[in-house]
């Protein structure tokens, strides 16, 4: 992705959160929304990492720091192997039973238009379905959807979450 590409994602995130593009909008929502913030620290060191030598290899780790220190800040950590798909959103309830932020396991797909709310547990290698709503605690290995999630078997997220951390085939020869 070049330089526009994250432009142009930056500019939608900043339109989901204040309506409106524009530098004053920018630094506005970057200075005092955590949400955007966040969004728009994760969005640079993704764009920073894809940088080849020597840009990326500098930039990387500062923005990666960056987004670190924003996960650590506001509770949000995304776990490496965990897919995302468009229009996602993860919200902070503010009161009753699950009032917080929540958690995510790892190896967990989550299915375009899905919704997390409130201090809820999402276990490993978990699929959540497209434009569910998961208000509930959701076991290791459970595939869920629908409004509110509802557990529908337990297969786990085998075959959306490309895996990499395989054992090298030619080790030993």
């Known amino acids: 992705m070049g330089f526009r590409g994250l432009c142009q994602l930056v500019a939608s995130d900043l339109h989901r959160y204040a309506d409106k593009t524009g530098f004053r909008a920018f630094w506005t929502f970057l200075l005092t929304c955590p949400g955007f913030t966040f969004s728009f620290w994760l969005r640079m060191a993704a764009w920073t990492g894809g940088l080849g030598w020597p840009p990326g290899k500098i930039a990387y780790p500062l923005t990666g720091l960056i987004k670190r220190h924003y996960s650590i800040k506001y509770g949000i950590y995304t776990p490496r192997l965990t897919k995302i798909g468009p229009g996602f959103f993860m919200g902070q309830a503010n009161r ?78």
């Open 96 to 173: 009753g039973e699950h009032a917080g932020v929540p958690v995510i396991g790892d190896l967990v797909y989550l299915g375009p238009g899905a919704k997390i709310v409130g201090a809820v547990r999402i276990g490993s290698d978990v699929a959540i379905g497209a434009n569910a709503v998961v208000t509930s605690d959701v076991p290791d290995g459970a595939v869920v959807g629908g409004v509110p999630a509802r557990i529908i078997s337990y297969a786990g997220s085998e075959g959306y979450i490309n895996r990499t951390d395989y054992p090298d085939p030619l080790r030993g020869c």
